[in-house]
Nanobody
Framework: VQLQASGGGLVQAGGSLRLSCAAS????????MAWFRQVPGKEREFVAT????????YYADSVKGRFTISRDNAKNMVYLQMNGLKPEDTAVYFC?????????????????WGQGTLVTVSS
């Protein structure tokens, strides 16, 4: 499975961005998906996850209420709608496919990773 993340860019604080992740195979529709982010010099951190059906989601406390993860299995797509962006949200964002139909916050639970898309939030 190949994952292609897109939608990053430069936005002012308080603004919005929508990230997209395209999966190369329908196999991903049976698996949980997630977004992680990473700042240079720091470990990759969990942002949000969604189960195979899209009916169950979970968010990091730092983004809860501002970010929304969703998926369209017919299109093999996963999205991250980011509202109320803050400078501390600046990072490279990665999408990932879980090893199972549902997954949590640990990187080891995810098998395939996209190349990342840069989000920069200016103050």
């Amino acid at each position: 499975v190949q994952l292609q993340a897109s939608g990053g860019g430069l936005v002012q604080a308080g603004g919005s961005l929508r990230l997209s992740c395209a999966a190369s195979r329908r196999t991903s529709s049976n698996n949980g998906m997630a977004w992680f982010r990473q700042v240079p010099g720091k470990e990759r951190e969990f942002v949000a996850t969604i189960n195979w059906s899209g009916f169950s989601t979970y968010y990091a406390d730092s983004v809860k209420g501002r970010f929304t993860i969703s998926r369209d299995n017919a299109k093999n797509m996963v999205y991250l709608q980011m509202n109320g962006l803050k400078p501390e949200d600046t990072a490279v964002y990665f999408c990932a496919t879980a090893r199972a139909s549902t997954a949590g916050i640990q990187r080891e639970e995810y098998r395939y990773w996209g190349q990342g898309t840069l989000v920069t939030v200016s103050s």
